[in-house]
């Protein structure tokens, strides 16, 4: 194969590895026990104390490390997480068990779909200087390695590792997030229960219907044949909605026209009466009067197709039945006489009494004395007493309440008042004026509220602004973020910190803003003459003749090695962390999880580099 069609290869194998998969689930790693009595490193060396070896004098500061990588039975050297990676900070000495306590527990989440068999690394490592650096092999006091298979479940596998100094347990497992489902994770399945779907979800992740529904997403309802026949449709299960003039259970029945009493239908809205009815509604009862006799003292009745019946009443009575004399005790009042005449009634009066009903008694002006300046009109009925504006009554002797008529607005108090021209006066509410409060007047007119504050009134009355999150003062002129028109360079950010800030720097500088850049050959990592090469927040170190190691650290001669070829300037690190090898010492970098993409890149860039 050309190096063309390898290259061509690559970019495809990239292109499909970025591609999005709906996966999600956890992995999780449980220190449960580690015992190191003798307090000494995997190399036999004391951890703390004078005594280089046994008996030590001093505890191992213990931290535990996870990483996952692909299922491979060899432990690769440079050994990448390619799953994932995890560190704990200092848990306990020599000597930890929490079989019966909280464990030590690193939770790494998975977005991609779970392989299923991996490879997990557990190692419990000394800090030395209180950075808990896994850089110097010589502190790392044992290590479980296991490659296995662990598929989605809650139960966890157990490992234990025993070495002449030690003993480690540990477990570990993989387990969905809620709504994942399968081997992988990578299926995603939500419980839903409205117009978008009608389903729950079994252990595989499948769409399992509710009663009554049916589809792929079971956001189709069941309806039987009857009403899908008459032209009706379900919204729910079995629940037949019927078109617009149409009812019953199955849409089979006609509606007809509203109001219809005593008739039916053939067709939507007729109005088709049953024997014995007629009339629009069919509420016109043709045989009332056979069947009522509604007509008393001798009427007589007459089938009337507007109000089912007419009564025509003898002389002498009246009402819809002809229930009732037209002249009765007590029709015409002061002493009036109740006399029929043509079919129709009428009062004859005494004497200064008029009226239908003789109700009005007549009394002349002379005999009616108006009080507080009103003054008598003569009449039909007599004289009427024509009162002045503040007065009323039979005789004016009653004064007007000029708040009766509740003349004030929003919600203002109204007093009598004789001394103004309207006789009261009107107490206003706060934010109103005018003579009749009915002008609105804002206490906040002129007060005005920076950065987004808005102006409210407090208990008194009084305008006081209401500012926003992050500012304070009378009119919210004051910022309380201390990270307000501070810029940190080379794209850090900045952080509040108490009442003033930090910045926090990108990786490869540092300073108050950010703006000085580091160098990682300051510390001068190599040895034996070895000249240091910066690179972006990591280093190379180019060895004499004779020596060799991330450090130049190996003299080659002790054992009798042949020299191997030396580092050469056009080798850098690749990226900016170089590879984490617990088991061989050296100053490295801190090791970041790299992905699958990006391993994929950089055998891209060494092939390009080979053709070049």
Same mark, same amino acid.
């Given at each position: 194969?050309?190096?063309? !069609? ?15 998969? #709906? ?11 580690l @015992? *190191?009595?003798?307090?000494v ?5 004391c951890?703390?104390?004078? %005594? ?13 490390t ?6 491979? @039975? ?7 997480c390619?799953?994932g ?15 019966? @306590? ?11 779909? !779970? ?10 490592w ?31 596998? #157990? ?44 252990? *595989? ?41 149409? +009812?019953?259970?199955?849409? +089979?029945?006609?509606r ?40 008393e ?52 009066? #005494? ?16 005999m ?6 009103? %003054? ?37 108090e109204?007093r009598?008042?004789?001394?103004? #021209? ?19 007047i ?36 004051? %910022? ?18 108490g ?56 003299? $080659?001669?002790e054992?009798? $090695?042949?020299?191997?070829? @030396? ?46």
């Amino acid at each position: 194969m050309s190096i063309f !069609w390898i290259v061509q290869t690559l970019l495809v194998i990239c292109w499909i590895g970025r591609q999005e998969v #709906m996966c999600s689930g956890v992995f999780e790693v449980s220190l449960l026990r580690l @015992q *190191n009595h003798r307090g000494v490193t995997g190399t036999g060396r004391c951890c703390r104390g004078p %005594s280089s070896f046994p008996p030590c004098d001093g505890e191992c500061r213990t931290f535990i490390t996870a990483c996952i990588l692909h299922h491979i @039975q060899t432990l690769p050297v440079p050994r990448r997480c390619t799953y994932g990676e995890a560190r704990s900070a200092v848990v306990g000495g020599n000597a930890i068990d929490l079989d019966d @306590q909280e464990p030590v527990t690193f939770t790494i989440n998975i977005d991609f779909t !779970w392989p299923g068999e991996v490879t997990v690394i557990v190692e419990s490592w000394h800090d030395v200087d209180g950075t808990a650096t896994i850089y110097d092999s010589s502190q790392l006091i044992t290590q479980t390695y296991v490659a296995t298979s662990v598929p989605s479940s809650d139960t966890w596998h #157990m490992e234990t590792t025993i070495t002449p100094t030690t003993e480690q347990k540990i477990r570990f497992r993989f387990t969905c997030n809620k709504h994942y489902f399968g081997i992988g994770c990578d299926v995603l399945c939500r419980i839903r229960d409205d117009q978008y779907g009608h389903y729950h979800c079994d252990v *595989n992740g499948t769409r399992v219907c509710k009663p009554g529904w049916s589809g792929d997403y079971c956001d189709k309802p069941f309806c039987s044949e009857e009403c899908l026949k008459n032209q009706g449709s379900c919204d729910t299960p079995y629940q037949c909605r019927c078109r617009l003039g149409w +009812g019953g259970a199955n849409c +089979g029945e006609c509606r007809p026209y509203t109001g219809c009493l005593n008739g039916y239908c053939h067709l939507p809205y007729q109005c088709i009466c049953h024997s014995g009815w007629t009339g629009t509604l069919c509420d016109i009862d043709t045989n009332f009067c056979f069947k009522q006799l509604p007509c008393e003292n001798g009427g007589s009745c007459i089938t009337d197709h507007v109000s089912n019946y007419t009564c025509v009443c003898p002389p002498g009575f009246g009402g819809n039945n002809c229930k009732f004399p037209l002249c009765y005790p007590g029709f015409c009042f002061h002493g009036g006489e109740c006399q029929t005449r043509d079919g129709a009634r009428e009062c004859s009066c #005494m004497e200064n009494y008029a009226g239908d009903r003789c109700e009005h008694q007549l009394v002349p002006c002379e005999m009616i004395k108006c009080q507080h300046g009103g %003054s008598c009109v003569p009449g039909r009925y007599g004289g009427t007493c024509v009162c002045t504006e503040k007065y009323t009554g039979e005789r004016c002797e009653e004064e007007i309440d000029p708040c009766i008529s509740t003349p004030c607005n929003n919600g203002a108090e109204c007093r009598k008042d004789n001394g103004t #021209m309207t006789g009261f006066t009107c107490l206003c509410e706060t934010g109103f004026g005018g003579s009749l409060c009915d002008i609105p007047i804002s206490p906040c007119a002129g007060f005005r509220c920076y950065n987004g504050g808005k102006c409210l009134l407090d208990p008194e009355g009084n305008p006081k602004c209401a500012c926003k999150s992050g500012h304070i003062g009378e009119h919210c002129e004051i %910022s309380t973020d201390p990270c307000k028109g501070v810029k940190c360079l080379n794209s850090g950010s900045c952080k509040a910190l108490g009442n003033g800030f930090t910045c926090v720097c990108a990786k490869g500088y540092h300073g108050e803003v950010c703006e000085l850049k580091l160098n990682a050959c300051d510390s001068t990592p190599c040895l034996n003459l070895g000249v240091c090469k910066d690179y972006v927040s990591s280093f190379l170190c180019i060895c004499p003749k004779h020596f060799s190691g991330d450090n130049c650290e190996t003299d $080659l001669r002790e054992g009798g $090695l042949d020299a191997p070829p @030396q580092n050469d300037e056009k080798a850098p690190p690749v990226g900016d962390n170089p590879p984490v090898v617990p088991a061989v010492s050296g100053a490295q970098t801190h090791a970041t999880r790299v992905q699958p993409i990006v391993t994929l890149a950089l055998i891209l860039y060494v092939l390009m580099s080979l053709v070049t």
